[in-house]
């Protein structure tokens, strides 16, 4: 996920047809869904999640590593 002027991309890659639902997850650190992120968006004009990802991040609280299936 990244943010560019306010506007938000979200590079999700995943080899099944599961990307797509709105279960998917998209964060694995946090156990955010693809659904979540999308409705933070539209209900605040901007990502709220993406800012609290960007926060845990910066504290070190981030461990996509050894949580994200692809180890990123």
């Known amino acids: 996920m990244q943010m560019h002027g306010g506007n ?3 590079h999700v890659i995943q080899s ?3 990307e797509f ?3 998917a ?3 694995y650190c946090f156990n955010y869904t693809r659904k979540q ?3 933070d968006y539209t209900e605040n004009g901007r990502s709220l999640i993406l800012e609290k ?3 845990e991040k ?3 609280g981030c ?3 050894v949580k994200n299936p692809k180890k990123r």
């Open 63 to 65: 461990d996509c590593a």
């Open 37 to 39: 992120i999308e409705n």
């Open 53 to 55: 990802i960007t926060s």
């Open 58 to 60: 910066k504290a070190g």
């Open 25 to 27: 997850l998209v964060c």
């Open 16 to 18: 099944d047809e599961h």
């Open 8 to 10: 938000i991309n979200m």
């Open 21 to 23: 639902q709105d279960d």
